[in-house]
């Protein structure tokens, strides 16, 4: 019969690192055999070999639109653009605009002012 009085001397079990140790080993031979398996080497294969035909298309498709009438004219427009922007005209054509938007909204709001009267010029 054990005493009460003496302390247990044998170690407590270690059932939970042991288990939580095979647990880690069985999730690593998992995760090893589904990068190994072949489904997955056909998976990432079929991946690569899509990704390489979508950027042979966006590339055909991109120089198919550089040489056709509506990418060349787009091409001269950006060019025009450009120029117009390093001569200073479009800079002018946006002032001249925007000065001219101003001065309506200015004008808009000096006819809305003097149709306003203060309650003191009402009474006179």
């Known amino acids: 019969m054990e005493n009460p009085e003496q302390p247990n001397t044998t ?3 270690n059932d939970l690192l042991d288990e939580l140790h095979n647990l880690g080993n069985n999730l690593k031979a ?11 080497k056909k998976t990432q294969k079929d991946i690569e070999t899509g990704l390489n035909e979508l950027a ?3 590339s ?12 060349q004219t787009l091409k001269a427009d950006l060019q025009d653009l450009q120029q117009r922007i390093q001569t200073g005209e479009v800079e002018t ?5 925007v000065v001219s938007a101003l ?4 004008e808009g709001l000096k ?7 203060s309650p003191e010029e009402k009474q006179k």
């Open 30 to 40: 998992l995760l090893q055999s589904a990068w190994e398996s072949e489904e997955r």
């Open 60 to 71: 055909q498709a991109a120089n198919e639109f550089t040489q056709s009438p509506t990418g």
């Open 11 to 13: 170690p407590p079990s």
């Open 103 to 106: 001065r309506t909204a200015n």
């Open 93 to 97: 054509k946006v002032r001249t605009e």
């Open 56 to 58: 042979k298309t966006l």
């Open 111 to 117: 006819k809305a002012t003097t149709g306003v009267k």
